[in-house]
C-alpha cells in the first residue's frame, strides 16, 4: 500500500466508529489506521487533540487534517517544522453555529429567559417591548464561520458590526478592521460575540478593559475558546450591571468545574462546548477532497498559517 493512501487517525474513543465509518465511505481506496495502532510511512493524519506521542510515531506526516474548527491545542504540540495543518472549513459547523448565537441573541432581547423565571414562579408579567435598533451585535472574527454568522444574522434585518485583523467586505455587515478599529467596534456593539481563533493575541481579549467600552447592559456570547474571557472580569462585570447576562459554551477549564460560580449565576447560560459539533460525514469528504488535491499537486483548502496561529 503506498504511504500517500494510509491516513493515520487519532480522534476520542466515542467517535471512533464514526469517523472511521465516515473516513472509509469517503476515501474507499485508502487505509485508515487508528491509534494506538501506527502506520509509520503515513503522509497524511486525521486527528483532534492528538498527543506528542501519536506525532512522534509518524515521522514522515507531511499533512494533519484538525478533525475540529480550533488549531489552538494541536499548535501547542512541539511539530516537525514542514508539517501543514489543514482545518475542516465548514464541515457542518457554520450553520450550527449561526444556530445557536441567533438563538442566544432571540432569548436574550426577547427575554425569554426572564419569562422561564417568571412562569417557575407562576408570574404572569409582559415586559416592554425592545427594539433590534438597541442591540447591535458585535461579531468578533470574520473567519469561516464568524463571517458566515454575522451575513445571516444581518440577513434577518439585526444590526450587525463584525471585526477582524485584516479587512473584510460583508454585505450588511458594517465591518472594522485591525487594532486601530477595535474600540470603535466594541462601542458600537451591545451584544458581543466571540468567534475568533485562540492565539497569544486574542488570548485574554474578553477582559475588564475591553468588555467596558461595549454599550451599557451589554451581553456576551462566547462560543470560541474559555481562555479569551477573564472569567472573574465577567464576574465583576455582571455585578456592576456593564453587563447583564452572558451565554458560553466554552470555559477556561473543560469539563466546567462543579463549584465553579458559573453554574449557579443567575445571569449566565452554560452549555457543554456544543455550539457546533463536526458533522464526520462532511469533514470526511472534505478531508478526501484535500488529499485529491494535494495528490494534482494543488494546496488544500484551508491551510493554516502556523505562524499566524490560524
Ligand atoms: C472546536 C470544535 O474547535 O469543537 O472547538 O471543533
Not at 289 to 300: F, V
Request: net charge negative; glycine share 6%; proline share 6%.
Amino acid at each position: 500500500m503506498p504511504s500517500k493512501n494510509t491516513l493515520a487517525l487519532y480522534c476520542p474513543e466515542a467517535d471512533q466508529q464514526s469517523w472511521l465509518q465516515a473516513l472509509s465511505k469517503a476515501m474507499p481506496d485508502s487505509e485508515i489506521v487508528l491509534w494506538p495502532q501506527t502506520s509509520p510511512e503515513a503522509q497524511f493524519a486525521a486527528a483532534w487533540m492528538p498527543n506528542d506521542a501519536f506525532i512522534q510515531a509518524h515521522p514522515h506526516l507531511r499533512y494533519l487534517f484538525n478533525l475540529g474548527a480550533g488549531v489552538d491545542a494541536l499548535l501547542r504540540l512541539p511539530l516537525p517544522e514542514d508539517l501543514h495543518i489543514v482545518r475542516i472549513e465548514d464541515g457542518g459547523m457554520a450553520e450550527q453555529m449561526f444556530e445557536y448565537i441567533y438563538y442566544a441573541v432571540l432569548r436574550h432581547v426577547r427575554q425569554f429567559g426572564e419569562y422561564e423565571k417568571n412562569q417557575a414562579q407562576g408570574l404572569w408579567q409582559p415586559f416592554n417591548h425592545r427594539s433590534w435598533s438597541d442591540y447591535p451585535i458585535g461579531v468578533l472574527g470574520l473567519g469561516a464561520l464568524g463571517g458566515y454568522v454575522a451575513c445571516e444574522l444581518a440577513k434577518r434585518g439585526l444590526a450587525v458590526n463584525g471585526w477582524s485583523q485584516s479587512p473584510k467586505k460583508i454585505d450588511g455587515v458594517k465591518t472594522f478592521a485591525a487594532q486601530t478599529q477595535f474600540d470603535e467596534f466594541l462601542a458600537s456593539s451591545r451584544i458581543l460575540v466571540c468567534l475568533l481563533p485562540l492565539t497569544t493575541q486574542t488570548q485574554g481579549i474578553l477582559n475588564k478593559r475591553n468588555l467596558l467600552k461595549l454599550m451599557p447592559q451589554a451581553y456576551l456570547i462566547n462560543v470560541a475558546r474559555g481562555a479569551h474571557l477573564v472569567e472573574e472580569d465577567l464576574l465583576d462585570l455582571l455585578e456592576t450591571g456593564h453587563v447583564s447576562g452572558a451565554m458560553l459554551d466554552v470555559t477556561k477549564l473543560e469539563p466546567l468545574p462543579q463549584h465553579h460560580p458559573f453554574w449557579r449565576h443567575p445571569s449566565i447560560n452554560i452549555t457543554p462546548h456544543v455550539s457546533a459539533q463536526t458533522i464526520c460525514e462532511a469533514a470526511a469528504t472534505q478531508i478526501a477532497h484535500n488529499i485529491a488535491r494535494i495528490t494534482e499537486n494543488l494546496s488544500p483548502l484551508g491551510l493554516v498559517n502556523r505562524q499566524r496561529g490560524y
